[in-house]
């Protein structure tokens, strides 16, 4: 069951008083976080532009575009929970933007770009626990997470992935008797040389499969189990999917007997 199904049910007789005050709750809640929300991405627009220049410049990153209007469908979802029941802000959660805050300082201090995006979505999360209460951040707590998948981050994997996809591309070569040598991303068989590059590490397949099975999970399943392991799924396949992708490359040229004295890219 999902977080959703786990709140008490409101009685039919007193449905319709209970929607009509949740919707004005919600638009009160909803105009808080909207001035608020957009007055923490003015303080920090460098950081935003930043993001977006990202969203709209990387191949890895233009699914960017998509999470918000994803986020939406999943809040309509629970729209029949959000008519019955009203937000109760909890405004000692803004005690939690304080340590935030220090971090963000400290990495600010570090130049580092990817946390400091991290750090501001980390103060609109406590935003919307703020203004919504636990109740209510915990049944929309799928859809607003969601959201940390604005921030273009991951690309610290790139060289990880592409330690990975050369030792399992050796590893099924040598399973299949290929004649095979390796120095890190540089493969090396009797027909050529290969390298597994920064752009075939499969950083983008990652990202998008998590940022898509997240929605997924969370459309097909209640369980939170359910969901952790297709979340888990959607972060394990793509990367053993590109392992084999890169190793069918390098077979192909061994059985097409083909020589190549060039590195091409895997």
């Given at each position: 069951?999902?977080?959703?199904?786990?709140?008490?049910?409101?009685?039919?007789?007193?449905?319709?008083?209970?929607?009509?005050?949740?919707?004005?709750?919600?638009?009160?809640?909803?105009?808080?976080?909207?001035?608020?929300?957009?007055?923490?991405?003015?303080?920090?627009?460098?950081?935003?532009?930043?993001?977006?220049?990202?969203?709209?410049?990387?191949?890895?990153?233009?699914?960017?575009?998509?999470?918000?209007?994803?986020?939406?469908?999943?809040?309509?979802?629970?729209?029949?929970?959000?008519?019955?029941?009203?937000?109760?802000?909890?405004?000692?959660?803004?005690?939690?933007?304080?340590?935030?805050?220090?971090?963000?300082?400290?990495?600010?201090?570090?130049?580092?770009?990817?946390?400091?995006?991290?750090?501001?979505?980390?103060?609109?999360?406590?935003?919307?626990?703020?203004?919504?209460?636990?109740?209510?951040?915990?049944?929309?707590?799928?859809?607003?997470?969601?959201?940390?998948?604005?921030?273009?981050?991951?690309?610290?994997?790139?060289?990880k992935l592409q330690?990975?996809?050369?030792?399992?591309s050796v590893g099924?070569?040598?399973?299949?008797?290929?004649?095979?040598?390796?120095?890190?991303?540089?493969?090396?068989?009797?027909?050529?040389?290969?390298?597994?590059?920064?752009?075939?590490?499969?950083?983008?397949?990652?990202?998008?499969?998590?940022?898509?099975?997240?929605?997924?999970?969370?459309?097909?399943?209640?369980?939170?189990w359910r969901r952790?392991?297709?979340?888990?799924?959607?972060?394990?396949?793509?990367?053993?999917?590109?392992?084999?992708?890169?190793?069918?490359?390098?077979?192909?040229?061994?059985?097409?007997?083909?020589?190549?004295?060039?590195?091409?890219?895997?």
């Amino acid at each position: 069951m999902s977080d959703v199904d786990l709140l008490p049910p409101v009685p039919a007789a007193a449905a319709a008083p209970a929607a009509a005050a949740a919707r004005r709750s919600w638009a009160a809640a909803a105009a808080t976080i909207a001035v608020a929300a957009a007055a923490i991405l003015l303080l920090f627009h460098d950081l935003v532009a930043h993001a977006v220049g990202l969203w709209i410049r990387s191949q890895v990153f233009n699914h960017c575009f998509l999470i918000l209007p994803m986020a939406g469908y999943m809040i309509w979802q629970r729209r029949a929970w959000i008519l019955l029941h009203q937000p109760r802000p909890e405004f000692r959660a803004l005690w939690l933007m304080l340590p935030i805050g220090i971090g963000y300082l400290l990495v600010r201090f570090a130049a580092i770009l990817e946390l400091q995006e991290l750090a501001v979505m980390g103060m609109l999360q406590v935003l919307f626990l703020a203004v919504l209460g636990w109740p209510a951040y915990r049944a929309l707590a799928w859809p607003l997470l969601y959201l940390f998948f604005l921030v273009p981050s991951g690309e610290f994997l790139v060289p990880k992935l592409q330690d990975f996809t050369a030792a399992f591309s050796v590893g099924m070569l040598q399973l299949v008797h290929v004649p095979v040598w390796s120095d890190g991303t540089f493969i090396t068989i009797p027909n050529g040389n290969f390298e597994v590059a920064e752009a075939c590490a499969g950083v983008r397949f990652l990202i998008a499969s998590l940022a898509f099975g997240a929605l997924y999970a969370d459309v097909m399943y209640r369980s939170p189990w359910r969901r952790a392991l297709f979340l888990a799924l959607s972060a394990v396949v793509p990367v053993i999917a590109n392992g084999f992708r890169a190793f069918g490359i390098v077979y192909l040229a061994h059985l097409t007997a083909t020589r190549r004295r060039s590195k091409p890219t895997i």
